[in-house]
């Protein structure tokens, strides 16, 4: 491919987290770019989540099949230290007047999928700095700057920077995040609505073992989830109303425990605080067009989910591999001026070719969003008979095992809308 004449750089991504840098680099590992012609602006830098020196931060990730093989193509998955990261082999979720493994639940479990694991567990703090190495490593540029306008065009992109630069690109990609700075100058509206719940965040360690299992309660006030780590001690994710998580965090530790002890039915038996314990606000939102022209809006600057099932990174991460693939095809496609990977064509990142990837992810994030939001009302309503056709219809899901397995492998990504790169070969899953 030949280098569009007059650019800065091909692409500039906006954001500097896990989504901005992998996209960063899968655009160099398929040769849609060149080393050097991407670069991410990084913003500014957000705190770590509050951890001891040498512990799990707070901010952890359930991680899909499918985004584990993204992570490896793009070489962050290779730089994790093996200590931030942990597989599970079961999930057990079940309703509050049901049973964890009886009426009410049920359960996935990786052996009878013929998998290794159902997924992996990922340190936050740690993902987003093997995605700066692999990034710095293929070759990305980093700009330690903040946006301060755009200006899009038909044959490319004009980026000011606060400290008074202007850079010049074929394509703008928006990884900044709920509040995108880079979605608001595109003039792109969102929708949705806020949950009036917050997410209580912290690790315990429980008196009987977690036994490699990811687990999930449904209470009337929002779902408790408790997630296997690998010093034996769980990372919850407890959503509730915002009064009672201000009440829950006001206490001790101790009674703090006793709470948690209470409201997972006691299936790990007692709970003990071991970090601190903090909050984030949950909502929904979404994007309602995700491409303006020469410019494009992934992960959480397009689609902020309901954390009840540990799909956000996830989707984000699909976003990426879906965006590469359109632009892969449309290089390689008739009348393109691909070649030998030293640059973008003009072409790279036309509004007709967004378009592909905006018409794909926006369904299966919409839909996505909307099967979540469902289960959250659903679950979230104590009516007497709602609450016992929960009950009943996980019980009957349960009963049928090619419906689990269907469930079990499009949460995993071994099936569905998924780019072809990513998918597994049938060798692999012999």
């Known amino acids: 491919m030949t280098r569009s004449a007059g650019t800065d750089f091909d692409c500039l991504i906006i954001g500097a987290g896990v989504i901005g840098m992998t996209m960063a680099s899968l ?81 996935f479990d990786c052996a009878l999928l013929g998998e290794p ?79 009036q719940q917050d997410a209580l965040v912290a690790h315990v360690r429980t008196a009987k073992p977690h036994a490699r299992t990811a687990r999930q309660r449904f209470l009337p006030t929002g779902p408790l989830a408790l997630l ?32 948690l ?19 984030f606000p949950l909502k929904l939102q979404y994007a309602l067009d995700y491409v303006r022209p020469r410019a494009v809006l992934l992960g959480e600057a397009a689609h902020a989910v309901h954390p009840l099932a540990g799909q956000g990174l ?6 990426c591999a879906s965006l590469a693939s359109v632009l892969g095809d449309a290089s390689s496609g008739p009348g393109s001026s691909a070649g030998a990977g030293t640059g973008a064509s003009a072409g790279f990142g036309e509004l007709r070719v967004l378009r592909r990837y905006e018409r794909w992810r926006r369904s299966e994030n919409l839909l996505m969003a909307s099967a979540l939001d469902g289960l959250e009302r659903l679950f979230g309503n104590d009516n007497p008979l709602l609450s016992r056709l929960r009950v009943l219809g996980l019980d009957a899901v349960g009963r049928v095992p090619f419906i689990t397995r269907a469930l079990a492998e499009r949460a995993l990504g071994l099936t569905g809308d998924v780019p072809e790169f990513l998918k597994p070969s049938p060798a692999s899953r012999a």
């Open 261 to 279: 002890t209470a409201a997972s039915g006691e299936v790990l038996g007692a709970c003990e605080l071991t970090t601190a314990v903090a909050t």
């Open 117 to 195: 694991n159902l997924g992996r567990i990922v340190e936050g703090n740690a993902l987003a700095s093997a995605g700066a190495r692999a990034a710095n490593a293929a070759g990305v540029v980093l700009i330690e700057a903040e946006l301060a306008g755009i200006v899009t065009g038909v044959a490319g992109v004009s980026v000011q920077l606060r400290d008074g630069r202007e850079l010049s690109c074929l394509l703008v990609i928006a990884a900044d995040g709920t509040e995108s700075t880079t979605r608001e100058l595109l003039g792109i509206d969102t929708a949705g609505h806020a949950y």
């Open 27 to 107: 655009l160099l590992e398929r040769k849609l770019v060149a080393r050097g012609r991407v670069a991410v602006i990084s913003g500014p830098r957000a705190p770590a989540s509050a951890s001891a020196p040498g512990d799990w931060g707070l901010r952890v990730f359930s991680l899909s099949h499918a985004s584990q093989r993204l992570l490896e193509i793009c070489g962050v998955w290779q730089t994790l230290p093996a200590d931030r990261t942990f597989a599970y082999e079961r999930m057990t979720v079940w309703d509050a007047r049901g049973e964890p493994d009886g009426l009410g639940s049920l359960t």
């Open 314 to 319: 996830n989707l984000g991460l699909l976003d």
């Open 228 to 259: 296997p780590l690998p010093d034996g001690r769980s990372s919850i994710v407890w959503s509730t109303s915002r009064s009672e998580a201000a009440r829950l965090r006001s206490l001790d530790a101790a009674a703090f425990g006793e709470a």
